[in-house]
């Protein structure tokens, strides 16, 4: 069986939804022998016409004829979509119509064709002097298009499939939560906090990083006393910062790292921390990431509201808030918390999950 994944990018784009529809491609193929075509919705994207054993092509233009060009032109025509859906990843402001015509086109042409979206995000809201503010009617509309259109869908936290049920007019009462998964890898084995090396990782993209030493920094030194860890391993993309320590503990630049040795350094570590909104933390790659490879993570303040299975100081600790103090004992047990709540959507559950929707016969 073959489908076609629409994304927003792949690599070598720095794109957190293309690596995650390429990782759940390798699965489902390996798994299920659902083989994969590409179509990026970006034609500023450069990239190969093949990654990993997967064809690709992308939109010249993003227009509703050339999607369905591509569509219906591809050497192995396939009645089944998948869609990964962020609406400012096809559309400059976040309303991509030529998309979703083109789908309702494509899909109503033959009844045997099915549309599954993904939706790792709905539409925008903000401040009245913000376009997102005027424009979130128009997304709203799109996304309540695209979920009405798609046979079925999916989406990573519970507030989403909350509001994918009214957005669809009650359509989509059962909606899959699937919390994103590591996009570096799930290791097999791993080891526990005593046996790893005193060392604490910031990991992700540049604003990410840049925010935790701009508004974290207080809070990452205590947690460094705290543990007494030695260094601390700063991994991703440069931030613009000159920071040689922190508190006397020594930190090491890694830069942008390839997925195999990014797993190495947190499967031997102890600590991931993050600055991150915590009601956000199951679309967080890189939480998940902490996560899978069974560290402590640890974060900063947002908001008291748990959500997603996710409670504090069970699957996170807060540096900024006094929650008690954190021993390598109680961070273990939150560090093997976090792990468990992680398997219940690990890669390969996620592949059984989407395996089933791609397979199975049309129904709302």
């Not at 507030?159 to 994103?180: D, F, H, M, T, W």
Request: hydrophobic letters at 40%; charged letters at 20%.
């Amino acid at each position: 069986m073959q489908i076609v994944s629409i994304v927003s990018g792949l690599p070598p784009t720095i794109d957190g939804v293309g690596d995650y529809a390429l990782n759940l491609a390798q699965q489902l193929r390996k798994d299920f022998a659902i083989d994969t075509h590409f179509i990026v919705g970006n034609p500023k994207w450069v990239g190969e016409d093949e990654i990993e054993g997967f064809s690709v092509s992308k939109v010249s233009d993003r227009s509703v004829s050339t999607l369905l060009s591509l569509l219906n032109n591809n050497s192995r025509p396939s009645t089944v979509i998948l869609l990964h859906y962020v609406s400012y990843a096809y559309a400059k402001r976040g309303c991509p119509f030529w998309l979703i015509d083109g789908l309702q086109q494509w899909r109503n042409t033959r009844s045997d064709r099915t549309l599954v979206t993904m939706f790792h995000e709905l539409y925008a809201t903000g401040p009245i002097w913000a376009s997102s503010f005027w424009l979130s009617p128009v997304q709203k509309n799109l996304a309540s298009r695209l979920s009405r259109l798609s046979d079925r869908c999916l989406t990573s936290k519970q507030i989403y499939a909350n509001l994918l049920y009214k957005l669809s007019l009650g359509q989509k009462s059962q909606v899959p939560i699937l919390p994103v998964f590591s996009n570096i890898g799930e290791p097999e084995q791993a080891p526990s906090l005593a046996e790893r090396c005193q060392r604490l990782v910031v990991f992700g993209g540049s604003s990410t990083r840049r925010r935790v030493y701009q508004r974290s920094l207080t809070a990452l030194g205590n947690i460094c006393q705290e543990l007494a860890i030695e260094e601390i391993i700063d991994i991703g993309p440069p931030i613009g910062l000159k920071i040689s320590d922190i508190n006397g503990v020594p930190m090491v630049a890694m830069g942008k790292t390839a997925a195999e040795e990014v797993s190495k350094i947190l499967s031997s570590s102890i600590v991931g921390f993050f600055d991150y909104p915590l009601d956000y933390l199951a679309k967080s790659t890189i939480f998940a990431a902490y996560c899978a490879h069974k560290m402590i993570p640890i974060g900063t303040f947002y908001a008291e509201e748990s959500r997603d299975g996710l409670e504090v100081g069970k699957h996170y600790w807060l540096a900024d808030r006094p929650l008690g103090k954190l021993s390598l004992e109680l961070g273990q047990t939150i560090a093997d918390n976090a792990y468990t709540w992680y398997q219940t959507h690990n890669l390969s559950q996620q592949a059984k999950t989407f395996a089933s929707y791609l397979t199975e016969n049309k129904e709302n």
